[in-house]
C-alpha cells in the first residue's frame, strides 16, 4: 500500500527566505508526483507535476525535484513571500498492482511567511 | 473547458436525510476521483472511477456511501442517511490517464457538508 509522508507538518519563516519542503512515498511504482498548493476553505491549485521519467520541474520561484529510485521530492521555494502562505500538499499517481491509477496524498505541509 | 464543476458548494442538512453531490469532470478525463477532506483525517480517496467503471472503493467509509458514475461527465457522490461525523468537504478530481502516465489531475472547489 503507498503511503505519503511529508516533513515539516508546519514552517514557518520569515519573508525573503529559501525553504525546502519534503515528501517521500514507499512505493516507487509511480507514473508521476504533483505538488499542490490549499489556501484554507479553497480548493487545491497544482503547482508542479513531474513525470517518473523526470528528474525536476520549475515555475517561477518554485522549482521540483524527484528522486523515484530513494522515494523522495522537495520542492523548493525561493524568495518566500506572505503570499506563499499555504498548505502544500504532494501527491503520487499509482503505477502499481491494485492501487493502478490511484492518486495518494501526503499530509501536508502548513507554511507561514511572516513580513 | 471551465474546469471540474462541483455543486452545491455548500450543503446543511439534518441528520438522517439523503444528500447527493455532484461532480462535471473536464471533457476528455478519463479519471475521476472522489476526495474526502477534514481535519483530523485530511484527505482521502474514498472512490475512484477509469472510463465510468469503478476502479477502487476501498475508501467508502460504510455502507450509506454510494457512488456512481452513469457517464464520462458526470458523477454523484450519495450519502443516505447522512450523519453528524460526515460533516467535511468533499472534493472530485480528474484527470487524463495513458501508457505513459498521466496528466495533472484537477481539482474542483468542493462540497462543504454540514449535517446537523
Known amino acids: 500500500k503507498q503511503e505519503v509522508t511529508q516533513i515539516p507538518a508546519a514552517l514557518s519563516v520569515p519573508e525573503g527566505e529559501n525553504l525546502v519542503l519534503n515528501c517521500s512515498f514507499t512505493?516507487?511504482?509511480?507514473?508521476?508526483l504533483q505538488w499542490f498548493r490549499q489556501d484554507p476553505g479553497k480548493g487545491l491549485t497544482s503547482l508542479l507535476l513531474?513525470?517518473?521519467?523526470?528528474r525536476e520541474q520549475t515555475s517561477g520561484r518554485l522549482n521540483a525535484s524527484l528522486d523515484k529510485s530513494s522515494g523522495r521530492s522537495t520542492l523548493y521555494i525561493a524568495a518566500s513571500q506572505p503570499g506563499d502562505s499555504a498548505t502544500y500538499l504532494c501527491?503520487?499517481?499509482?503505477?502499481?498492482?491494485?492501487?493502478?491509477?490511484?492518486?495518494?496524498f501526503g499530509q501536508g505541509t502548513i507554511l507561514t511567511v511572516h513580513p | 473547458d471551465a474546469g471540474v464543476i462541483q455543486s452545491p458548494r455548500h450543503e446543511v442538512t439534518e441528520m438522517g436525510q439523503e444528500v447527493t453531490l455532484r461532480c462535471k469532470p473536464i471533457?476528455?478525463?478519463?479519471?475521476l476521483f472522489w476526495y474526502r477532506q477534514t481535519m483530523m483525517r485530511g484527505l482521502e480517496l474514498l472512490i475512484y472511477?477509469?472510463?465510468?467503471?469503478?476502479?477502487?472503493d476501498s475508501g467508502m467509509p460504510e455502507d450509506r456511501f454510494s457512488a456512481k458514475m452513469p457517464n464520462a461527465s458526470f458523477s454523484t457522490l450519495k450519502i443516505q442517511p447522512s450523519e453528524p461525523r460526515d460533516s467535511a468537504v468533499y472534493f472530485c478530481?480528474?484527470?487524463?490517464?495513458?501508457?505513459?502516465?498521466?496528466?495533472?489531475?484537477?481539482f474542483g472547489q468542493g462540497t462543504r457538508l454540514t449535517v446537523v
Open positions: 472511477f477509469n472510463n465510468n467503471v469503478p476502479i477502487d
Open positions: 512505493d516507487s511504482a509511480i507514473y508521476n
Open positions: 513531474i513525470q517518473s521519467s523526470q
Open positions: 478530481a480528474s484527470s487524463l490517464g495513458g501508457r505513459f502516465g498521466a496528466t495533472e489531475a484537477f
Open positions: 471533457s476528455g478525463h478519463d479519471y
Open positions: 501527491a503520487v499517481l499509482n503505477a502499481g498492482g491494485t492501487s493502478y491509477g490511484k492518486l495518494t
